[in-house]
C-alpha cells in the first residue's frame, strides 16, 4: 500500500519590508514588483501586502498598482475599518486578511478579538464574501476566536505564530506548537481552512511545516533579511525548500 501524499503547503510571501527600505528614504527603489517578479518565480504560491492605516510601508498605489500585473493571487492585510473595506472592495485581491491594528505597535502584536465583535465584524465581511473575496481572520489559536470565524462567515483563518516563534525555550516552543495543532485540528473539524504565519524563519518554520492541515503559511520578515545577503530568489527558494522537506518528511 503507498503512503498517503500529504497536502502541498503554500507558501504566501509577505514583502511589506521591501517598501519598508524604499519608504526610509521616500525613494523609487527598491523596486516592489521587482520583488514581486522575483518572488513568484522563486516559489511563492501568493503574495502578500499589508496596507496599514499609517502606510507605513504599503501605499495605495502599490496594491493597485501591482494588483494586475500578479501571476499569483494577491492576499491584502488589512485592519478592519471602513476605508479599508472601501479600497479592498475597489481592488478585489483573491483573499484579504483581516488584523487588528494599532498605530503605535512595531509590527501586528495579538490576534483579532473577533469573538467581542461578532455583529460588527459579520457586517464587515459579508461585503467582501459576496465579491468573492477570500476572508481570512487573523487569530491567535483559541477556540472561542475559532467559533467566532465561524459564526462571523470567514472561511478562513490564519493563526498567530509569533509566541510559538518568540518562545524562550525548546519546552516553551513545543507546548506553543500543540496549542497551534490543537487549534488547527479543531478549526479544520469547523470547516475552516487554516493557514499561519507571524515571526516565521528558516529555523522554526519546520514543525508548522510538517503539520498536514497547514494550508498556507505567510512570511515576510525573516524572507527580506535573509535576501539582503542572498538575493531575494534564494531566500524565497530556501524557504520553499525547508518548507517542502518539512511537509514530505525529507532533510532539505
Ligand atoms: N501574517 C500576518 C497576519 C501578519 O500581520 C504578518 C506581518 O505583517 C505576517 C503574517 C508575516 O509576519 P513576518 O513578517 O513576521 O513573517
Known sequence: MQAAVPPPLRLGVNLDHIATIRQARHTPYP???QAVRLAEASGADSITLHLREDRRHIQDD??????????????LEMAATEGMQAIA?????EACCIVPERREELTT??????AGQLVRLREFVQPLNDAGIEVSLFIEPDLRQLEAAVAIGAPVVELHTGAYANARDGAERSRLAEALFSAARSGHEMGLAINAGHGL???NVRPVAAHPLFHELNI????????????????VSHMRSIMDAARHGRRP
Open 31 to 33: 523596486d516592489l514588483m
Open 62 to 75: 502599490d496594491v493597485f498598482g501591482i494588483k494586475p500585473r500578479l501571476t499569483r493571487p494577491l492576499n
Open 89 to 93: 472592495l475597489q481592488l478585489v485581491p
Open 109 to 114: 502584536e495579538g490576534g483579532l478579538e473577533a
Open 201 to 203: 524563519d528558516y529555523d
Open 220 to 235: 515576510g520578515h525573516s524572507i527580506v533579511a535573509r535576501a539582503l545577503f542572498t538575493g531575494l530568489p534564494e531566500a
